[in-house]
C-alpha cells in the first residue's frame, strides 16, 4: 500500500479549514501548520501539494512560499493559492512570490478533492 498524498494548507479559517477536510478523499493526509516554525518542519519529507489561504493573516503566506522555493527537497512542490477573484494585488502577490496557480474562492472549492489528489487539468 501506498503513502497517502501530504497535503500542507496554510489556512487559518476553521471553517475553511473545515471545508478543505470535507472535500479530502480518504487517501490525502492533510496538515494544518499552526506556525512558520511548523510549516518549515513541514517541508522535510517533502508534500505533495500545499494550498494557501491569501486572506489568511496569522501565517505570513507570502514568506511560506518564498521559503518553500528556497527549501532544496520542496523548491517543485505545486503551490496552489486561493482568494478573492477581485483582488488582483494578491493573485499578483501569491504568483511572484511563487505559487504555482492562483485560483478564485468559489473555483477552488469546486475543484477541491480533484486538485487534492493531484488532477491539475485547468478548470
Known amino acids: 500500500m501506498s503513502e497517502p498524498r501530504r497535503v500542507v494548507a496554510i489556512v487559518d479559517d476553521l471553517m475553511l479549514e473545515s471545508r478543505i477536510e470535507t472535500a479530502a478523499p480518504d487517501d490525502i493526509k492533510l496538515i494544518f ?9 513541514l517541508l522535510d519529507p517533502r508534500p505533495d501539494l500545499i494550498v494557501v489561504s491569501m486572506t489568511g493573516t496569522r501565517l505570513p503566506w507570502v514568506e511560506l512560499i ?6 532544496p527537497l520542496s523548491r517543485d512542490v505545486p503551490i496552489l493559492a486561493f482568494g478573492p477573484h477581485m483582488d488582483l494585488e494578491l493573485r499578483h502577490g ?17 475543484a477541491l478533492p480533484r486538485l487534492l489528489r493531484g488532477e491539475t487539468g485547468e478548470g
Open 33 to 41: 501548520p499552526r506556525d512558520a516554525k511548523e510549516f518549515k518542519e
Open 66 to 71: 518564498q521559503a518553500t522555493r528556497a527549501h
Open 94 to 110: 501569491a504568483l511572484e512570490a511563487g505559487a504555482t496557480r492562483v485560483y478564485a474562492n468559489s473555483a477552488f472549492m469546486m
